[in-house]
């Protein structure tokens, strides 16, 4: 399916000139056997035209919920989508068309193609570099992943005041199955409202609310650093939280989401879970995670869950949205 969509321009194949870019990529080896950090050359200043917003994520197999997450970040204020496919065979790249076509999504074909990097920070350092210079702020997250403002609606207005910031960390809140033992129809964030329970304040033990996410100024990063964050300064910044507290991957000391948040739909229904993880990674090497740590995550997730419905008042607008998607038509 890759290569028929390629054949209708569906596609950017990764080419010559991007290999050639590459080359500047400095790895920062973590260990001998895997590579995750890369210095990146200086990105040039967005100009007056550029998107105010965009997301860059790696996607593979998201056909059942990519429209819903497409449509739910172009509500919050979202512009442009650099997605980079690492294999999609469910029909992906046949959905994406239409905001190919449309220009809301530039698609990326990206396989593994260097043994022992991370894939995901790969991704990330080329994006940075091939179209940050075309936006103002940078989000990272994944397909599972809806980021929004807890109480405003639109994230180009949050982050005008946080303009002077070279990065913001934005934490999460992981959803588990919330009872489902097969897929519910209609959309995830009605269906799925129970959640970890971390409360704010002084970050958990928990791995999970260690793990946050980046919204960055391309212009200002000197280095991926992995999936989650990236280094802004000498010092080894990865950015402030929301409440302006400089920040470096050691002193996470608290987990806040009173103006930004990310909803992490870990595993959605039972069956849909069972599935996803025996599927091959996207993120990192071309063999799936261990699925004692997926069971063990969701167990964390189930036991004790609380209630969170911030997101459900978007459901009316999204609705709305999905029908006006679907009327148009692909090229």
């Known amino acids: ?11 950017r194949d990764y ?9 500047f990529l400095r790895p920062k080896p973590v260990r001998k056997d895997f590579v995750k950090n890369f210095t990146i050359p200086p990105v040039a200043q967005p100009g007056a035209n550029a998107h105010r917003l965009a997301i860059t994520a790696i996607i593979k197999d998201e056909a059942e919920t990519i429209r819903e997450w497409i449509e739910f970040h172009r509500v919050v204020g979202v512009e442009r989508f650099y997605l980079y496919d690492n294999g999609s065979t469910d029909g992906t790249l ?14 990326i074909a990206w396989p593994h193609f260097i043994v022992g990097a991370h894939t995901q920070a790969l ?37 005008r005041e946080y303009g002077s910031l070279p990065a913001v960390i934005v934490y999460r809140h992981f959803f588990g199955t919330s009872g489902h033992q097969t ?90 879970f069972e599935r996803r993880r025996q599927r091959t990674s996207s993120s990192a090497t071309n063999k799936p995670a261990p699925p004692e740590e997926y069971e063990r995550n969701r167990h964390t997730m189930d036991a004790e869950p609380i209630r969170d419905d911030t997101i459900v008042r978007f459901v009316p607008r999204m609705r709305e949205a999905l029908e006006r998607s679907a009327a148009v038509q692909p090229s």
């Not at 399916?1 to 596609?11: E, F, T």
């Not at 000139?17 to 590459?22: I, N, R, T």
């Open 1 to 11: 399916m890759i290569q028929s969509a390629r054949a209708r321009g569906a596609v």
């Open 15 to 23: 080419e010559g000139s991007d290999m050639a870019l590459m080359s």
């Open 94 to 107: 046949e959905l994406l068309r239409r905001y190919v076509a449309s220009g809301v999504v530039e698609l």
């Open 123 to 159: 991704a990330y350092a080329h994006a940075l570099v091939t179209f940050g210079p075309m936006t103002r702020w940078m989000a990272f997250v994944d397909a599972d992943e809806f980021l929004f403002g807890t109480r405003e609606d639109n994230l180009v207005e949050i982050l």
């Open 183 to 272: 897929p519910p129809p209609g959309l995830t964030m009605e269906h799925f409202t129970q959640r970890l329970d971390v409360p704010a304040g002084k970050m958990p033990e928990s791995f999970l609310a260690r793990t946050p996410k980046s919204i960055v100024q391309p212009s200002r990063v000197q280095r991926v650093h992995g999936a989650h964050f990236f280094i802004v300064d000498k010092e080894g910044s990865v950015g402030y939280d929301e409440q302006r507290r400089p920040l470096t991957r050691g002193s996470l000391e608290y987990h806040t989401t009173e103006r930004l948040r990310i909803n992490h739909y870990y595993t959605r229904d039972l069956q849909t």
